[in-house]
DNA sequence: GATCTTTCGTATCAATCGCTATGAAAGTCT
DNA sequence: AGACTTTCATAGCGATTGATACGAAAGATC
C-alpha cells in the first residue's frame, strides 16, 4: 500500500532561520489551488496568493513549481490512499467499488473544495515538460484500479464472483467512471446525480 | 440536431487579397493541435507552426485564440454530431449506446489524432479567462446525454425498456464512461482494453 | 490602368510566465 | 556574545504569453 511513496516531506535541518508559516497548511492550500486550476494553468502567483508566501520562501521550501505539484498530489493521493485501504477491508468488491463511487461523487461535488478530482483535472497538455506530472496521476490511477483488481480477483477465488468475471475490465470501468464522474461535476452536474450514475454503473457488476 | 450551430465560417467579402492558405486546412490543423495540448496550454506559437500561417493571418481568418477553439470544437463535434445521429438511427437505444462507447475508444486510440475526448481534455483550469471555453464543451456534452436520454424514453415507451428504467442515470453513465476513456486512453490504455471496458459499461443496461 | 479592399510578412507591444540574485533578518550553535 | 546557517522581502532576470501596428503586396472593381 504505497500509494505515495512520502517523497521525502522535507530534510529540516537544526540552525538556520525557522520557517514563519506552516508548511502543511501551505501545501494544503497548494493542493487546493492545482486542484481548481491544473497544473499548467496555476501560476505561481498563483500559488504564492493562495499560500501565504513569498515566490523566494516557496521555492526553497517546495523545490519548483513541479515538486510542490507532485507533493500536493501526493496529499491528495493520501485520501485516495485511505479509499484503496477500504478496497481491502471491503466486505466484497462490490461494496468496494461502490464506496469508492460514492466518495468520489461526493468529494468532486464537496462545497469546500474545487470540483472534479484533483488528479483528472491535473493535466490537459501533452507538453514534454508536464510528461512527469502525467505520469505521476497516471500512475495513481492505475495503482488505484491495480488495488481494485486484486479484490475482484480474490472474490473470484472465493465464489463470490463467477469465474468467467474480467477482473481488469471491471476494474477499468469503475476507475473509468470515476474520472467520468470529475468531468461531469466540472460540468455542474449535481451530487445526487453523481451518485446515481455510479449506482447505474454497479448494475454492470456480475451476480453469481 | 444542432450540436455545432455552424458559427458562421467567415463573411468572405468580394473584394481584396484572397487568404494565401486553406481556411480549412488550417482549421482542422488547429483543432489537432488542441486536441493534443488542451485549451491553455497550446500557445499562439504552437498553433501558428501547426496551421503554416503567421499570426496576424491566424488573426484575421478566426478573430482571438478563444474563437477560433470555438470554431474547432464545432468542427470535432461535428464528427459528434455524426455520432449523435447514429443515436436516433440505431435499432435499440442499447445499440446506439454501444456504438457510441466503441466509436469513442476507438477515436480516443487513433494513430493520426491525439489521444482521448478534445472535449474532455479542452479545459483543465477553472479560470474565469476559459469559462466560455468550459461552458461550450459542457453544452456539447449535454446535448449528446440529451440525445441519448430521448432515445431511451422511446425505448421506454415502446416496451423495448422496462418502465422503470432511469434514462438521466443510464446516459450519464455512457457520457461519464466515454469521458473516463478519455482519461485512461491519455494513461496510455490501449484501444482493446477501452472497448472491454466500454462493452462492460453496457452490462449495466436493464433487460426486460 | 487607377483605386479600393484585404491579407501579407516583419517587427514588435505590454503583460505574465517560472524562477532567482541579493542582502538583511532570525534563529541555533559553540 | 560571536559565528554560522537558513529564511526573509525586494527586486528583477530572460523567456514566453496573447495580440497588433505598420507598410508593402495581391487581388477585385470600375
Known sequence: MELSEKAVPAPRRKTGRPLSFDRDVALEQAMLTFWAYGYETTSIVDLTTAMGVTAPSLYTAFGDKKRLFLEAVARYAGDSAAMADRIAGAATSYEAARNML?????????????KGCLLASATASGSA??????????????AIAE????????????GVLPPGTQAVSMAGLVIAVIQGLSVLARDGTTRAQLIDIGST????????
Chains 1, 2 share one sequence.
Not at 102 to 114: L, N, Y
Not at 131 to 138: F, L, M, N, P
Open 201 to 208: 454503473a454497479l448494475g454492470a457488476w456480475p451476480r453469481k
Open 147 to 158: 488495488h481494485l483488481r486484486a479484490r475482484i480477483e480474490q472474490d473470484i477465488a472465493a
Open 102 to 114: 460514492v466518495a468520489a461523487a461526493t468529494a468532486f461535488t464537496g462545497e469546500t473544495t474545487p
Open 129 to 142: 515538460d508536464s510528461a512527469e506530472v502525467q505520469r505521476a496521476v497516471a500512475t495513481i490511477r492505475g
